[in-house]
């Protein structure tokens, strides 16, 4: 499987057909901006494709899991129709792609992880989370 495609994600092959998936946008807690949760939402179904694979593991690069969605992102949906329709799309594949998944998919949660990135850490098949994880979403007080 070639995953050359994910420019935000680093993907290193290990023994037994473990695949490391990182999040590599440490600069900004790995926080997802519009290439970033596109390719978050894909990655499942390429990885199940993945006859290499036996088990994927994400983690984040740096000091945080994931940031969840990045604010500029954020800000550049409010009042566009279109891109905030197509984020939901996306946001319903993320959640589809990672439980139909046929292959084990291992969070490992360093830092924080909040929002689209709590959903990445909290859908995978088993969560391990660091001793100094903060995992929270804001969603719940919009």
């Known amino acids: 499987m ?6 935000h994600l680093l993907f290193e092959r290990r023994e037994q057909g ?14 997802a ?6 390719q978050l ?9 993945d006859d290499e694979t036996r088990v994927a593991v994400i983690t984040g690069a740096g000091k945080a899991f994931s940031a969840g969605g990045d ?4 800000q550049r ?5 279109d891109r905030t329709t197509r984020m939901l799309s996306e946001m319903s594949d993320l959640v589809y792609n990672m439980t139909s ?22 859908l995978a098949d088993i969560s391990i989370c660091a001793e100094d994880a903060r995992l929270g979403d804001g969603h719940v007080k919009l």
């Not at 604010?71 to 954020?74: E, F, R």
């Open 41 to 49: 939402a894909n990655l499942w179904t390429d990885v199940a494709r």
């Open 33 to 38: 901006d519009e290439a970033m949760h596109a």
């Open 77 to 81: 949906m409010a009042g566009d129709y």
């Open 18 to 31: 473990v695949l490391l998936i990182t999040m590599n946008r440490p600069d900004v807690y790995n926080a």
């Open 101 to 122: 998944c046929d292959k084990p998919i291992i969070s490992a949660i360093n830092g924080v992880a909040v929002g689209a990135g709590l959903v990445v850490g909290l």
């Open 71 to 74: 604010l500029a992102m954020v």
């Open 2 to 7: 070639d995953y050359s495609a994910y420019n």
